[in-house]
């Protein structure tokens, strides 16, 4: 089978840097965003940059090639533009539970190899799967934002992102044979082997969660230490 992803085929290694993603759509798509969503501040516009970063920078098309790269692509979404953009949702009755186990499904779903496969080898199905992913994370975000439930929230922050993450990534890890038929002959072209790109792919999963889901859980993290520093001193 032929795979041809989204974002093209995986680049040769001369060409990496050059193998930008220019679709109209896309491009017109984070324009808009944009211009709707630029008064909604600077951590906004650092998100929506993040979008670009996944779906127009070298990275999309390098994600073709290597699992690993693809990875990033997943961490960049999840845990650097959805907590961003998460400010600019004006929903402050997101119910936790529910964005929770929405955001499990659709992160373990899309990362079976069947499911993983139809996405790199469909554009709808593609679409479908990176819409579930960063809407599923916004709506989580949102929830655990929120005031009231600020100290369930930083539990769930560990629950959600580390551990899950921290599964996927070990059994990435120590897994022992290739899982994603995709990549079985993109990762030689870009000098991987393609265990090696999953087991790589694992490690930044597993190790890179950690401190960017603390960095993207700070604001509430900073505004539950308040909350108990004012509780302590009243």
């Known amino acids: 089978m032929d795979y041809i992803p989204y974002c093209g ?27 709707g969503l630029h008064r909604r501040g600077l951590r906004v516009r650092i998100g929506l940059g993040l979008l670009a970063l996944a779906y127009v920078s070298p990275l999309c098309a390098l994600s073709a090639g290597l699992f690993s790269a693809r990875t ?13 953009l998460a400010e600019a949702l004006r929903l402050d009755r997101v119910r936790l539970v529910p964005a929770l186990i ?9 990362h079976l190899p069947a499911a993983y496969e139809l996405a790199l080898s469909s554009d709808l199905a593609y679409w479908i799967g990176q819409f579930a992913l960063l809407g599923s994370a916004i709506l989580l975000w949102r929830a655990l934002g ?15 992102m580390v551990m899950q993450m ?10 022992p044979h290739a899982l994603y038929a ?49 509780r302590i001193a009243a």
């Open 9 to 35: 085929p995986a680049p040769h290694p001369g060409g990496v840097l050059a193998a930008w993603n220019f679709d109209p759509v896309v491009l017109v798509a984070l324009a808009l965003l944009t211009l």
């Open 72 to 84: 990033v692509h997943h961490l960049v979404i999840v845990l650097g533009a959805a907590p961003l």
């Open 102 to 110: 929405a955001h499990l499904a659709v992160f373990w779903l899309w």
């Open 146 to 160: 929120r005031e009231d439930i600020l100290p369930t929230s930083v539990f769930f922050v560990i629950a959600a």
């Open 166 to 175: 921290g599964m996927l990534g070990a059994i990435l890890t120590f897994a």
């Open 182 to 230: 995709p990549h079985f002959l993109t990762t030689q072209g870009l000098g991987f082997g393609v265990l090696e790109d999953q087991q790589i792919a694992g490690l930044i999963m597993w190790v890179g969660s950690l401190p960017l889901t603390i960095l993207a859980g700070w604001p509430p993290l900073v505004r539950l230490f308040t909350q108990t520093r004012r």
